[in-house]
Structures are given as C-alpha cells and as structure tokens.
C-alpha cells in the first residue's frame, strides 16, 4: 500500500483484487503414469540424499520403481540412506557416491558413475545444501563455504550433467532446491539469503535456455520448501517435529505432483503457512522494489502495521 498525491492510502498495485485465485495445494493430483520421467525404470541423481528432501526424495523415487543415485559428503548417512532405498527397490537399483558438489572433480566422477552403470538420467535433483550463517560484514569464511555448496555445488553439477542429458532420447528434468529465504529474504542469514537468491536465478535462467535450445528434452524447475523438519531446521536435536512443519516427505510428495504438472516455481506450504499467505508476503517484497519502500520493508518498524494490514485484507479477499 502506498500514498497518493493527496496524501490517502491507496491500495498496492501488487494486491490482488477479489477475483484472485490461487492453486489449493490440496487438489487432486495426476496419476504417477502421466509423467514420462517420474516412472518405472528410469533412473534418479540426487546430491545431498543422506538426510532430509534429498533422502526422502530417494524413499519415493524407490517406491515408484526408479533407480537411485545418491551423493552426499556424509558418508556414514549416505551408507544408511542406501540400505534404506536399497530394501525397497533392490541392491542393483542403488548407487552411493560420496561426493562433495564444491569439488568439480568430485561431480564428474558421480555422473561418470551413474552414465557407466545406468547410461542415463532421468531426474537430476541438486539438493546439496548448508545453513551456516553469515551477516553482511562478519563470517567471511562462511560466505566461501556456503557458496561453495548452495550455489557452485549447483553450478558444478549443471555444467558437468546438462552436456548429456541434452543428448538423451527421454524426456528428463532437473529440480534445483531454493529457499522462500532467497525471495523474501528475511532478515538474519544473509550469506544463505544470498546463496539461495542465486539458486533462483541461476535455474530460472536454466529454465529460459533449455526451452531455448532446438530438440532439448529437458526441463527445469525450482522446489522452494516450507518449513520442514530436517537437520539444517532442528530434527537433529532429537526433539519432536513442530506442528507447524512439514515432513521431508510431504514435501517430497507435494514437489512430484508439481513436476508431474510441469510447474516450474514450486513453492510449498507448510502447517503454519499457506499458499495464499506465501504469495502475499511475495508479492510484498515485490512492491519494495516497485514501490519504492524502504528495503525489507515487512521488518521496518515504520511499515509493521501497513504490512500487518495489507495480509489482514489481502487473505479476507481471498478467502
């Protein structure tokens, strides 16, 4: 919301009207047979699959009748992680590769892995990713390492995967995993902020180049996560999952819905946060840009009741 020239507040150009409909999160879904690639027999890469998205992801691929790679840094977790996905798709159908995404050498040597064994990607899943913290000026070393991970980790794995799975016959997709914290950038992290901003644009502009590129069977799409129970959020305190939260694996399972559905921004609620609100608080941080407020306007003290409304209003209109 802002002000006119006479000094009345009129509504944002970003607030959506009445006639504002956004996707129920809850809606039936397409049958796991629609999707060429999320099927029987084809094969699935995922990085960061020892814990977490990446080893529930691993779980559902299992169950569907995928094969699975998994690659994570953690050695022990990622053995314990391949008995589990072995038990329910076969010993044959798993490979485990310790790898680090940081490490160039180290990727290539997972897709020469999976291309040697399998001759094939279907599903390529860059979910590697840390939480330390940095602020704006303090933790240099963090930023190195967080980037290092949540971005060239990415960047590795696309420049050493994408040069064959353009060449492939099947259809295949790559789902990079972002963060809502690279959109709305609250603040506290500012390095994972940062970090989790690039993963955005870097895949949206994967996105851009692949439907660019003549005879290219290959999609991207982008899995921003609610708020899920997982080591980077707490689960590996012990302590019990928070009401609030998410499983890894709703989660799982809401991402292979959208993929199914050929979505590319795919942004998950959670128990305490709903599609309508996301998109609010989205299109809030938008109109900072747009508006001219002052950045991160949603923890300006100045703005703190002017945001407070806009949600007010903006979820009695939708609702």
């Known amino acids: 919301m802002s002000l006119n020239l006479n000094g009345r507040r009129r509504p944002s150009p970003l607030r959506p009207n009445s006639s504002f409909a956004f996707e129920n999160p809850l809606a039936p879904t397409m049958d796991k047979d629609v999707h060429p690639v999320i099927h029987e027999g084809r094969v699935a890469v995922i990085t960061g699959a020892a814990s977490g998205i990446g080893r529930a992801a691993a779980l559902e691929f299992a169950k569907i009748g995928m094969k699975v790679a998994l690659a994570d840094v953690s050695e022990a977790q990622l053995n314990s992680a391949r008995d589990e996905v072995a038990a329910i798709v076969g010993d044959a159908n798993v490979l485990a590769i310790p790898t ?101 644009s870097l895949t949206e502009g994967l996105a851009h180049e692949l439907r660019n590129t003549p005879s290219a069977n290959l999609t991207a799409h982008l899995l921003v996560p609610g708020w899920v129970w997982t080591g980077l959020t707490g689960a590996s305190s012990g302590k019990e999952k928070p009401a609030g939260a998410w499983t890894p694996q709703e989660t799982v399972l809401f991402m292979l819905d959208r993929v199914r559905q050929g979505k590319f921004y ?25 508006e001219g407020r002052p950045a991160l306007s949603r923890w ?11 949600i007010r209003d903006g979820l009695a209109q939708l609702g």
Not at 168 to 181: C, D, F, L, M, R
Not at 267 to 281: F, G, H, K, M, Y
Not at 300 to 310: G, P, R, V
Request: net charge negative; glycine share 8%; with cysteine.
């Open 100 to 200: 680090d995404v940081s490490k160039l050498e180290e990727v290539v040597r997972l897709r020469d892995r999976v291309y040697e064994a399998w001759g094939e990607v279907g599903v390529l899943m860059n979910n590697a990713g840390i939480g330390i913290k940095g602020t704006s000026w303090d933790g240099l070393d963090n930023w190195h390492k967080i980037f290092d991970v949540n971005l060239f980790g990415i960047v590795n794995v696309q420049h050493t995967f994408v040069p064959s799975m353009l060449h492939q016959e099947n259809q295949a997709v790559i789902i990079n995993t972002g963060s809502k914290q690279g959109i709305t950038n609250p603040p506290g992290n500012a390095a994972y902020n940062a970090s989790k901003a690039a993963v955005k």
């Open 300 to 310: 300006h003290a100045d703005y703190k009741a002017l945001f407070e409304e806009y």
């Open 266 to 290: 795919i942004i998950c609620p959670d128990n305490d946060t709903s599609a309508e609100l996301d998109q609010l608080r989205i299109m809030w941080g938008a109109g900072d840009v747009a």
